[in-house]
Nanobody, 124 residues
Framework: QVQLAESGGGLVQVGDSLRLSCVASGRTFISGRMGWFRQAPGKEREFVAA????????YYLDSIKGRFTISRDNAENTMYLQMNSLKFEETAVYYCAATFKYSVYSLERTYDYWGQGTQVTVSS
């Protein structure tokens, strides 16, 4: 089993930055990937970014390319999401997810483990 714990959310203004962290515990990642999803009020949860645990290949939602950066620290079993130039509409609960498989990275059903989420609120 894997437990995921997000942190780093908060209240910021439009254009500000935040860095989210997700610590994985319970089982060491030797394959697969981790990802970030978000769910805005009244909307479906959507894919944001993902990273392969072994080769660090990254995948991004088109609308965040150039502003968000996903990374991981294997030694600390931690994944990060650096979010710059945040927009009002990016207010959401951000979830960390993980899988040991290499299925489609943008689908929720690919991921077997989920964190509780961290709230990011961007004020205008």
């Amino acid at each position: 089993q894997v437990q995921l714990a997000e942190s780093g959310g908060g209240l910021v203004q439009v254009g500000d930055s935040l860095r989210l962290s997700c610590v994985a515990s319970g089982r060491t990642f030797i394959s697969g990937r981790m990802g970030w999803f978000r769910q805005a009020p009244g909307k479906e949860r959507e894919f944001v970014a993902a990273i392969n645990w072994v080769d660090a290949k990254t995948y991004y939602l088109d609308s965040i390319k150039g502003r968000f950066t996903i990374s991981r620290d294997n030694a600390e079993n931690t994944m990060y999401l650096q979010m710059n130039s945040l927009k009002f509409e990016e207010t959401a609960v951000y979830y960390c997810a993980a899988t040991f498989k290499y299925s489609v990275y943008s689908l929720e059903r690919t991921y077997d483990y989920w964190g509780q989420g961290t709230q990011v609120t961007v004020s205008s």
